[in-house]
Each structure stands twice: as C-alpha cells, then as structure tokens.
C-alpha cells in the first residue's frame, strides 16, 4: 500500500491477482461444509480466476441434510435438492465440477481419520496448486457470527490433508496402492479469517455471485430484498469496490 492510499481514509485494500503457477497446472479446490459455503467463501474468485484459465473444484463435506427450518422436508428430499442448487451454482460460476464426500452427516462433521482420508484423497486425485477452505480456529466472526463446527471440521481437516498427509505416502497407503501419487498443494487460501492478507476485487464478478447464491433457492427462496442487500454490503469495501478476502499461506517446501 502507498502513502498516499494510506492518508486516504476511502482507498481500499490492494487487490491481488491469481497466483503464478509456473509450470504447474492451473487447479484449484474449494472445500466446504455444506452446499452454499463455497459460494459465500469464494465464487467471486473461482468464477474471475476460470475466466483466466483456472480449473476450480467444489468439494462439499457433508450432506447439508439439517439445512431447513421447514418440519416436512425430509433429509431424503433435502439433501439431492441441495446437491442440484450447488451444480447449478458452479454451472453460474464456470466452476469445472462438485464433489460430494458421503456419509458425513451435516452438523455432526469431527476432525477424524475417515474424513481426512476422504479429503486426502480427493486431493490426491485432483492435484491442486490452490486449496480454498473455511477458517478452522476462529470460534467467532466479526462480533456477530458464531463460526459453524462444521465449518471448523472442516477447514482444520482441510489443513491437516494438504499438509502433511497428502504429501505423505505413509499416510493413507492403501490410497497409493490404488494408484494415486502423493500431492503437494503449494498454496492455502482461508476465508472468513479476520486477518486476510490476500483481497481479491470481485467487483466484477458481485452480481454473478449473487445469482450462485440464488440457486440455494431451499436456503433463500426467490431471494428477497433483505438477502440481496446482506449479499451486497457483506462484500463491500468504503472504496465502493467488493472483495473476497482469504489469508494467503504458500508452502515453502
Ligand atoms: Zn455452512
């Protein structure tokens, strides 16, 4: 930042850029509790970022089976409704495609072996240079939010996959025995950390966001006034300009 966007009480933060690949391939994926977090955490970034020839992944970790305040919809209803809205969402975004873990039930998400080993596994398969993923250590938000178990679960087991596991033949063997080969990831994004070095303007991309969070519609109807003026001032910055903002970790190794 210079001194003079400093002196400026209305600049906002210096946006960055994708990251520099190098020779690797241009592979990103997102990790997520529940269908609709990975919309809220980053689809303005994966759908800016395909544009510029990302391939970005969706993995969702468990069923999103206890989303609902409606007594007659049942799990066996809710959750292939929620996987369809979450397709469509990526559909919105350019998102290449959404994975979803099995038997992980919403809400009852812990940091254990089988879970990281799914995770692991996926990794493996998909071999991203980039891994998105929930905050895992803050238990509150901004004074206003308490972060979800789920979302903790699963932004620590996301952690601990890209490092060590996954890098480690050791870990999960029979997965190698399978034919899978051990991934490094290189760099970790996190959202809704409330120090985030890493702001991406996604000023162009705000509106698109919105209409991938609409596809939840079993979340937000039609999407009222209320929800869409949520949507906008949550991502907005004093210089007008919207932001998804993760704390950046690259691997030195
Ligand atoms: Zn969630």
New binding site residues.
């Given amino acids: 930042m210079t001194s003079a966007q400093l002196e400026d009480a209305s600049a906002g933060p210096v946006a960055e850029g994708p990251p520099d690949t190098g020779d690797q391939p241009k592979v990103a994926l997102v990790v997520?509790?529940?269908p609709?977090?990975p919309d809220?955490g980053a689809a303005g970034t994966a759908h800016l970022w395909s544009k510029l020839g990302w391939d970005f992944y969706y993995l969702v970790c468990t069923d999103g089976s206890k989303g609902t305040e409606d007594a007659s919809l049942t799990a066996e209803r809710l959750v292939p409704m929620r996987q369809k809205e979450q397709r469509a969402a990526a559909q919105e975004l350019g998102v290449k495609d959404v994975l979803f873990l099995e038997g992980h039930v919403d809400g009852e998400l812990t940091h254990n072996r089988r879970l990281l080993g799914d995770v692991v596994r996926v990794i493996r398969q998909l071999k991203p240079y980039a891994v998105f993923t929930h905050e895992p250590t803050q238990i509150f938000h901004r004074e206003s939010f308490i972060n979800?178990s789920?979302?903790r679960a699963t932004g620590l087991v996301t952690i601990d996959a890209v490092y060590p596991a996954a890098r480690d033949r050791w870990n999960f063997p029979e997965q190698i025995e399978e034919g899978l080969e051990p991934h490094k990831v290189k760099e970790v994004f996190i959202w809704g950390n409330d120090n985030p070095n890493f702001p991406v303007d996604i000023t162009d991309a705000v509106e698109t966001k919105i209409q991938a969070l609409l596809r939840h519609t079993s979340q937000f109807g039609e999407g009222t006034n209320e929800f869409l003026k949520f949507v906008r001032e949550r991502w907005k910055d004093k210089d007008g300009k919207y932001y998804e903002r993760f704390k950046r970790v690259t691997l030195a190794r």
Avoid: G, T, V
Wanted: proline residues 0%; hydrophobic residues 35%; glycine residues 0%.
């Fill in positions: 997520a509790a529940h609709d977090d809220f979800h789920d979302h």
